[in-house]
């Protein structure tokens, strides 16, 4: 919670926050020209992180469609 609280509720960026850490995420968003999700997964800059991202927010998806 503290995390998306810190990320202003991107949900993306709290997830690979909490793999790779917070510096490591805000490093990532100054690579950015958008806000868009999609350009922050691919600044990611460890495959480990990008893959537990994708796994992490699959999961979330699944969770959503059976609650």
Avoid: H, M
Avoid at 25 to 35: I, K, T
Wanted: one cysteine or more; hydrophobic letters at 40%.
């Amino acid at each position: 919670g503290a995390l998306l609280k810190d990320f202003a509720g991107n949900v993306l960026a709290a997830v690979a926050a909490y793999d790779a850490g917070e510096a490591e995420v805000a490093l990532w968003r100054n690579q950015c020209f958008s806000q868009e999700p999609d350009e922050l997964y691919t600044k990611i800059g460890t495959r480990e992180t990008r893959d537990y991202v994708r796994r992490v927010l699959a999961g979330r998806g699944e969770y959503e469609e059976l609650y």
